[in-house]
């Protein structure tokens, strides 16, 4: 865990215009920037950046957030590694407070990544000097310019080819980055030899392993880099750092399997396809082109290994389903893999192919009753258990929804039948009810106050003890205030927020932000929250009255204690 007290310290020395403009040009508009939105297609500027206030919103598509949030999203890292990008941008070192289980994350040295690049370098010129590699490369279809793009080299027959590229072939970091193996007998040897080398480059592009492939036959076919402290097989994908600006702009990632698939279609212009690194597709993988764009599409071979491999990339799936985002899986005839298929039909077919992909629901359907007789009792039996664990592990509201309609009616039950039997809560369907008139009357009062502390957190320390009103704006008022008390009133307006990322506040936080670009230079946010303070005293001494007022009507003032008498009488003096 990252302490939160650095997180503040992070939001505080980062510009949002500068982590901004690394990846999307702005323009100046007044006090703030604006830029076509880099999550989704526009024509017009509709995304927008506060310099003051240290935040970015999309009035297109309403995404919202800090630099640390943006930086998650346009570069599809987790929470950790987006901070760690920005940390080494500013020169300061993340540090990782112990976990419950008691493990402690290791900060990856940097020089690590410059040995990775020096191999990289050396790799890339030994292509050159090799005619059987290059012949190779030719004969696969494989322009140069294609090769360059992924950074393609060979790693020479030889057993200490490295040597020539790090005088101090002995050292350390060779071993720590899985470049080369240490014997029994304490003998070192490449790792890497007469292999096409594929450098794994993450979205920060810098190189962290490598992928190597037999020129002729061998075994094993593919020889992955082992995991190492810039590498975790399980959280990476091939080629999603040359991918991710195509991915973004059609919305929409290829899964294949191999590194080959991900460089031949890129060379015959299906530039959105990524690669699992000789592991099964993770829920990390799911979760991190899902931020990258609305459909995955997982392509795997016809053959047994292919349809285990998608399967298992369905279950990892489900929890992380996303009501508006589709995920389909596309089989390829037996003989066939998306390299040679694309080589002999051409692009055309294969994206007609992609199009026609079968959609993760009728996939689930068709596996889980493929050898079922759905006439008997028994197969409709075996249908339900089969399906019970693949619907219990869906969150998406939606596609829950509409996956236990599809296996109630080829079941025989009903929904409610099938929920009950599964002993999962039907979904409710109760109608929102209307705001009252008194509602609307407070509702900017709350929006304000929200507003004005988001501005000025200190600010909090004003309000009332155990403040509190209904409405989704109130709510959030008094969520803000509870953390602000926790961290006494010292948290930065971007931290504040960074805090809220992902709670049932995030959305009315954001929203209520992203108004306060209305704002003008010269708004006064302590006069606008001393004045907002007076209405809300104002309001409770009026309410105060009126319930005063009517149990005295009741009974005279005789009905009322000698306290509220006195309350009342004070109010009635005012």
Same mark, same amino acid.
């Given at each position: 865990m990252i302490p939160r007290s650095f997180i503040q310290d992070l939001l505080?020395?980062?510009? %949002?215009?500068?982590?901004?403009?690394?990846? +999307?040009p702005l323009k100046k508009t007044g006090t703030n920037y604006v830029a076509c939105c880099p999550f989704h297609n526009e024509k017009s500027p509709s995304f927008t950046v506060s310099q003051a206030k240290q935040f970015y919103h999309c009035f297109g598509c309403g995404v919202h957030g800090t630099a640390i949030s943006f930086v998650m999203e346009h570069l599809g890292l987790g929470f950790v590694e987006a901070i760690e990008? #920005?940390?080494?941008? +500013?020169?300061?070192n993340v540090p990782h407070e112990q976990s419950a289980a008691g493990e402690q994350h290791q900060r990856v040295a940097p020089d690590l990544y410059e040995v990775m690049k020096t191999a990289t370098r050396y790799y890339r010129e030994q292509l050159k000097l090799s005619v059987r590699a290059i012949d190779y490369l030719k004969q696969r279809g494989l322009s140069g310019e294609i090769a360059a793009k992924f950074a393609i080299g060979f790693a020479p027959d030889a057993w200490q080819n490295l040597a020539a590229a790090f005088p101090d072939y002995q050292a350390g970091v060779l071993h &720590?980055?899985?470049? +080369?193996?240490?014997?029994?007998?304490?003998?070192?040897?490449?790792?890497f030899r007469d292999r096409i080398m594929f450098p794994i480059i993450n979205v920060r592009s810098?190189?962290?392993?490598?992928?190597?492939?037999?020129?002729?036959?061998? &075994?094993?076919?593919?020889?992955?880099?082992?995991?190492?402290? #810039?590498?975790?097989?399980?959280?990476?994908?091939?080629?999603l750092f040359q991918a991710q600006k195509a991915i973004r702009a059609g919305q929409r990632a290829l899964v294949v399997e191999g590194y080959m698939d991900v460089v031949a279609l890129a060379q015959h212009g299906v530039e959105y396809a990524v690669a699992t690194l000789g592991t099964a597709t993770t829920p990390y993988h799911i979760q991190k082109l899902l931020r990258l764009a609305d459909q995955i599409v997982f392509c795997f071979d016809g053959d047994k290994a292919g349809q285990k491999a998608a399967w298992r990339a369905l279950e990892n799936a489900l929890p992380h389903l996303q009501d508006g985002k589709r %995920?389909?899986?596309?089989?390829?005839?037996?003989?066939?893999?998306?390299?040679?298929? %694309?080589? &002999?039909?051409?692009?055309?077919?294969? &994206?007609?192919?992609?199009?026609?992909?079968?959609?993760?629901?009728?996939? #689930?359907?068709?596996?889980?009753?493929?050898?079922?007789?759905?006439r008997s009792q028994e197969g409709r039996n075996q249908l339900l258990q089969r399906a019970k664990p693949l619907l219990s592990a869906i969150t998406s509201p939606v596609a829950a929804l509409l996956l236990r309609k599809e296996v109630a009616a080829l079941a025989g039950v009903s929904q409610a039948e099938l929920e009950a039997l599964f002993e999962i809560k039907p979904i409710a369907h109760t109608p929102r009810p209307a705001l009252k008139k008194a509602a609307r009357s407070s509702f900017s009062v709350h929006r304000l106050l929200l507003q004005c502390l988001i501005a000025q957190p200190e600010l909090g320390a004003q309000m009332p003890a155990g403040w509190h009103e209904e409405g989704a704006d109130a709510e959030a008022v008094v969520a803000v205030l509870s953390v602000l008390c926790d961290v006494g009133y010292t948290v930065s307006s971007p931290a504040l927020m960074q805090m809220f990322e992902g709670t049932t506040h995030a959305k009315t936080l954001a929203l209520a932000e992203a108004d306060m670009l209305a704002w003008g230079e010269t708004f006064d946010v302590a006069a606008e929250f001393s004045g907002l303070l007076s209405k809300l005293d104002d309001g409770q001494r009026r309410q105060q009255f009126q319930a005063l007022q009517g149990k005295s009507a009741q009974g005279g003032l005789s009905g009322l204690s000698s306290q509220e008498r006195e309350q009342y009488l004070r109010l009635l003096q005012r």
């Open positions: 505080n020395r980062l510009d %949002i215009v500068d982590v901004v403009e690394r990846y +999307v990008d #920005l940390a080494q941008n +500013v020169g300061m &720590e980055t899985g470049l +080369v193996i240490d014997n029994d007998n304490d003998k070192r040897y490449d790792r810098q190189v962290i392993g490598f992928g190597g492939r037999v020129l002729d036959k061998g &075994e094993p076919k593919y020889l992955n880099s082992p995991e190492t402290p #810039l590498f975790e097989k399980g959280h990476e994908l091939y080629g %995920i389909s899986f596309l089989f390829l005839p037996v003989e066939h893999d998306p390299d040679s298929f %694309i080589r &002999e039909f051409g692009k055309a077919i294969f &994206e007609q192919r992609i199009t026609e992909s079968m959609p993760l629901s009728g996939y #689930l359907l068709h596996e889980i009753s493929i050898d079922l007789d759905m």
